[in-house]
């Protein structure tokens, strides 16, 4: 064999050597696994906290009284807010009667759907003008007016209304709080999510409520003395 013989097959050989080398570091080469996404972190992170979030306190009988005498408790309000236009009140507390409707309308959907999903009897809201005493859900609950009282809040009319109406509310408001005030001093209650964010608005609304409410009543003008 010739110089240039040996020469070419040694270049040969060298040639499919590197080829195969390449070929099999291709074939076993690591792949790099993908990372996650950012935004599949945060769902991944939603869910858990979804998941931990499920995990609820046991409600008690203390809550379901709560949540049950609460709907007799405003559906008084909303009668008592609801004669405001009929009987002459003013803009201000016809703005406010308007807003305690709206908000205790929501919150007795609420309270009554809360019942409802634990099987428990769901108290109708009575919101007729007569509101019948006799049932159970229409017990008088703390600040609630007697009957004396409501119908004494049905024969006034304009400013007298308006006297009235705050003074009364002032009174069913604070009866509200202080039936939050027992549930939260209550063993084991409020517990629950829903029990604990209603009796959390209602001691702030209503507390806020009695403020401006007391504002409005010593702003009215004083009452004529019979001669």
């Known amino acids: 064999m010739t110089q240039?013989?040996?020469r070419w097959l040694f270049a040969s050989l060298a040639a499919v050597l590197v080829t195969a080398a390449c070929s099999g570091a291709s074939r076993t080469a690591p792949q790099a696994s993908p990372q996650p996404a950012a935004t599949d972190r945060s769902e991944l992170a939603a869910i858990a906290k979804a998941k931990a979030d499920s995990v609820r306190h046991p409600?008690?009988?203390?809550?379901?009284?709560?949540?049950?005498?609460?709907?007799?408790?405003?559906?008084q309000a909303i009668v008592m807010s609801g004669w405001a236009p009929s009987?002459?009140?003013?803009?201000?507390?016809?703005?406010?009667?308007?807003?305690?409707?709206?908000?205790?309308?929501?919150?007795?959907?609420?309270?009554?759907?809360?019942?409802?999903?634990?099987?428990?009897?769901?108290?109708?809201?009575?919101?007729?003008?007569?509101?019948?005493?006799?049932?159970?859900?229409?017990?008088?609950?703390?600040?609630?007016?007697?009957?004396?009282?409501?119908?004494?809040?049905?024969?006034?009319k304009g400013g007298e209304f308006d006297r009235l109406f705050l003074t009364f509310m002032?009174?069913?408001?604070?009866?509200?709080?202080?039936?939050?005030?027992?549930l939260f001093g209550t063993y084991g209650a409020a517990q629950d999510e829903t029990v604990f964010k209603f009796a959390n608005d209602v001691n702030v609304d209503q507390s806020t409520e009695i403020a401006r409410m007391q504002t409005m009543l010593a702003a009215l003008p004083p009452t004529r003395q019979s001669p």
Do not use: C
């Not at 908000?103 to 409802?116: N, S, V």
């Open 170 to 182: 002032i009174q069913h408001h604070q009866g509200a709080v202080s039936m939050v005030q027992k």
């Open 87 to 156: 009987h002459g009140a003013s803009p201000s507390v016809r703005t406010l009667a308007a807003r305690i409707i709206n908000a205790q309308q929501d919150e007795i959907g609420t309270m009554q759907r809360w019942l409802q999903d634990r099987r428990q009897p769901v108290p109708e809201a009575d919101t007729s003008m007569k509101m019948p005493m006799g049932s159970h859900h229409m017990m008088l609950m703390p600040g609630m007016l007697t009957p004396d009282q409501m119908k004494q809040l049905d024969q006034a």
């Open 4 to 6: 240039s013989q040996i």
């Open 59 to 75: 409600y008690t009988e203390a809550d379901v009284q709560f949540m049950s005498h609460m709907i007799g408790h405003h559906a």
